[in-house]
C-alpha cells in the first residue's frame, strides 16, 4: 500500500466545484499524474497529482477537510 500526501498545508477539495464529481472516488483506480483532488491556500488552488500508481483508492481525508503538508490524503493499492 502506498499514500498520497499533501504537498502544501491548507483545505482539501476532492472536485473541482461543489457540483462536480470528484476526481477520483473510493475504489477508483489511480496512474500515475491523475490529479486527485485540490488544496486551497490563501485562495490559490494547487492540483494534488499521484506519484503512485494502483488499482484501488481509498481517501482518508474528508472533502474541505484542512490537512498540514504532508498529512495523508488518499491510500492506493
Do not use: W
Not at 477508483?28 to 497529482?49: Q, R, T
Request: hydrophobic fraction near 45%; aromatic fraction near 6%; glycine fraction near 8%.
Amino acid at each position: 500500500m502506498a499514500q498520497i500526501l499533501s504537498p502544501l498545508p491548507g483545505t482539501f477539495y476532492r472536485s473541482s466545484a461543489p457540483d462536480q464529481p470528484p476526481f477520483k472516488a473510493d475504489g477508483d483506480a489511480v496512474a500515475v499524474g491523475d490529479v486527485i483532488g485540490l488544496i486551497e491556500v490563501m485562495k490559490s488552488f494547487h492540483e494534488v497529482k499521484s506519484e503512485v500508481a494502483g488499482s484501488n483508492v481509498r481517501f482518508v481525508a474528508d472533502n474541505e477537510e484542512p490537512v498540514m503538508a504532508g498529512a495523508p490524503l488518499a491510500e492506493v493499492d
